[in-house]
């Protein structure tokens, strides 16, 4: 658990590090210049790695378990939140109504994931992040001096956003089953 939860913390920090200290942060990009995107990424990708790890490798105990309708309403609220992952570099007409899609987009991924994996691992892991998003939520809603809405859109738009949606969930639910986790129940 301890790589996981560093991985978290990890995660956590470098996301909020521009939220929490924007001088420090600025500092940072001016010493480094476009570097420092890479630098933050390579911590991503690192907190990524020990959340796997961490995960995997946890002793967890058991407070509940899937069952048919926690499965199928995963299901739903997974299709919802890549279809919000999307949102926001899409041209529907959705994307006007949701300040933040990706964030949004997280929790509900997190819901959906701690409905049908009742273990402390899968506690600490979804809920930890669900924390993260909604507390980032409101820390870029003061940094951000001015926010537009999006106001265009179409319905080919909302049609390209769905089906690509369904495409991608598609695919994590393959790479889901390839790994050994059937998404679908039975």
Do not use: C
């Given at each position: 658990m301890?790589l996981?939860?560093?991985?978290?913390?990890?995660?956590?920090?470098?996301h909020?590090?521009?939220?929490?200290?924007?001088?420090?942060?600025?500092?940072?990009?001016?010493?480094?210049?476009?570097?420092?995107k890479?630098?933050?990424?390579?911590?991503?990708l690192?907190?990524?790695?020990l959340?796997v790890?961490?995960?995997?490798?946890?002793?967890?105990?058991?407070?509940?378990?899937?069952?048919p309708?926690t499965?199928?309403?995963?299901?739903l609220?997974?299709?919802?939140?890549?279809a919000?992952?999307?949102?926001?570099?899409?041209?529907?007409r959705?994307r006007?109504?949701?300040?933040?899609?990706?964030?949004?987009?997280?929790?509900?991924?997190?819901?959906?994931h701690?409905?049908v994996?009742?273990?402390?691992?899968?506690?600490v892991?979804?809920?930890?992040?669900?924390?993260w998003?909604?507390i980032?939520?409101?820390?870029i809603?003061?940094?951000?001096?001015?926010?537009?809405?999006?106001?265009?859109?179409?319905a080919?738009?909302?049609?390209?956003?769905?089906?690509?949606?369904?495409?991608?969930?598609?695919?994590?639910?393959g790479?889901?089953?390839?790994?050994?986790y059937f998404?679908?129940g039975?």
């Amino acid at each position: 658990m301890t790589l996981l939860i560093l991985g978290l913390i990890l995660w956590t920090v470098a996301h909020l590090f521009k939220r929490i200290a924007p001088g420090p942060r600025q500092a940072l990009q001016d010493r480094m210049g476009d570097a420092s995107k890479g630098l933050f990424a390579v911590v991503l990708l690192l907190s990524v790695v020990l959340m796997v790890i961490g995960y995997r490798g946890a002793e967890t105990e058991f407070l509940w378990g899937r069952s048919p309708a926690t499965t199928g309403i995963n299901n739903l609220l997974m299709l919802v939140a890549v279809a919000l992952f999307g949102l926001g570099n899409s041209k529907s007409r959705l994307r006007r109504y949701f300040r933040h899609p990706m964030l949004w987009g997280t929790v509900i991924w997190a819901v959906a994931h701690l409905l049908v994996n009742g273990d402390t691992a899968s506690i600490v892991l979804f809920g930890w992040i669900a924390v993260w998003a909604l507390i980032e939520m409101p820390l870029i809603n003061r940094a951000a001096h001015s926010y537009v809405p999006f106001d265009g859109g179409s319905a080919m738009g909302d049609m390209r956003l769905a089906i690509i949606s369904l495409v991608i969930y598609g695919v994590i639910a393959g790479i889901h089953t390839w790994l050994g986790y059937f998404p679908f129940g039975g």
